[in-house]
C-alpha cells in the first residue's frame, strides 16, 4: 500500500497485455528478418524483460549482446547527458544486421546515444525496438521501428523499469502522474 514515502502506481498495461503485445512484435520481426540471423541490443539496464520475453518469442534465430547506457539522474527527470559505459565491439556487430532493444524512447537521448555508439562497428543495419514509446517528450529526432505502446502523461515503471532503481521487479507497467 503507498504511504507518505512511496508514490501511488496506476495500472497501465497487465503482463498479460504486455505478452501479447510482445508476441506480435515477435512476429514482426520474424517476418522482417527470415532469411538472416539478426543481433539483438540490450540497453540495460531497463530493456532486460523485453529482452528476456521478447527474445523467447522469436522464431528466427537471434544473437544478443548488451550495451550499458546511464541517462537519468535520480528521480522522474533526464539529466539530458548519456553515457555508453560499455557495450559490444566490431567483433560482435561489424556487418551483421542489429536491432536495439529498448524498455522505453523518451527524449530519444539515450537511443540516438546508442545508434551513434553502434554505428562506429559498421554493422549492416540498425533498426529500434521499443517497448514504449513517448514521442511528445521526443528533443532528439529518432523513430523506431517497432513499437509496444505508444503513451503520455506517465513517469512509467515496472516491467524493467525503474524509479530510483526500485519497482523494476512489477510484472506490469505502472504509471506515476507527473506534470513533466
Ligand atoms: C531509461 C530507458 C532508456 C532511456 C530513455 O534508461 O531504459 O534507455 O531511459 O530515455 P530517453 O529517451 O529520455 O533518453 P535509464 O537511464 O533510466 O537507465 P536504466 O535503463 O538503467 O533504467
Given at each position: 500500500?503507498?504511504?507518505?514515502?512511496?508514490?501511488?502506481?496506476?495500472?497501465?498495461?497487465?503482463?498479460?497485455?504486455?505478452?501479447?503485445?510482445?508476441?506480435l512484435?515477435?512476429?514482426e520481426?520474424d517476418?522482417?528478418?527470415s532469411?538472416?540471423?539478426?543481433?539483438?541490443?540490450?540497453?540495460?539496464?531497463?530493456?532486460?524483460?523485453?529482452l528476456?520475453?521478447?527474445m523467447r518469442?522469436?522464431?528466427?534465430?537471434?544473437?544478443?549482446?548488451?550495451?550499458?547506457?546511464?541517462s537519468?539522474?535520480?528521480?522522474t527527470e533526464?539529466?539530458?547527458?548519456?553515457?555508453v559505459?560499455?557495450?559490444?565491439t566490431?567483433?560482435?556487430?561489424?556487418?551483421?544486421?542489429?536491432?536495439v532493444?529498448?524498455?522505453i524512447?523518451?527524449?530519444?537521448i539515450t537511443?540516438t546515444?546508442?545508434?551513434e555508439?553502434?554505428?562506429?562497428?559498421a554493422?549492416?543495419?540498425?533498426?529500434?525496438?521499443?517497448?514504449?514509446?513517448r514521442?511528445e517528450?521526443?528533443?532528439?529526432e529518432?523513430?523506431?521501428d517497432?513499437?509496444?505502446?505508444?503513451f503520455?502523461d506517465?513517469f512509467v515503471?515496472?516491467?524493467g523499469?525503474?524509479l530510483?532503481?526500485k519497482?523494476r521487479?512489477?510484472?506490469?507497467?505502472?504509471?506515476?502522474?507527473?506534470?513533466?
Amino acid at each position: 500500500m503507498p504511504n507518505d514515502h512511496e508514490p501511488a502506481l496506476t495500472p497501465l498495461w497487465t503482463s498479460q497485455e504486455i505478452a501479447v503485445r510482445v508476441t506480435l512484435i515477435a512476429e514482426e520481426i520474424d517476418r522482417d528478418y527470415s532469411d538472416t540471423a539478426p543481433v539483438l541490443i540490450g540497453a540495460l539496464k531497463g530493456a532486460f524483460i523485453f529482452l528476456a520475453d521478447l527474445m523467447r518469442k522469436i522464431q528466427t534465430p537471434v544473437e544478443v549482446e548488451f550495451m550499458r547506457v546511464s541517462s537519468y539522474e535520480s528521480g522522474t527527470e533526464s539529466s539530458g547527458e548519456v553515457q555508453v559505459d560499455w557495450g559490444p565491439t566490431g567483433d560482435a556487430i561489424g556487418g551483421r544486421h542489429i536491432i536495439v532493444v529498448e524498455d522505453i524512447i523518451d527524449t530519444g537521448i539515450t537511443t540516438t546515444a546508442v545508434v551513434e555508439y553502434l554505428k562506429q562497428f559498421a554493422p549492416s543495419s540498425i533498426r529500434i525496438c521499443t517497448l514504449l514509446d513517448r514521442p511528445e517528450r521526443r528533443i532528439v529526432e529518432i523513430e523506431p521501428d517497432y513499437t509496444g505502446f505508444n503513451f503520455s502523461d506517465y513517469f512509467v515503471v515496472g516491467y524493467g523499469l525503474d524509479l530510483d532503481q526500485k519497482y523494476r521487479q512489477l510484472p506490469g507497467i505502472h504509471g506515476l502522474a507527473t506534470n513533466t
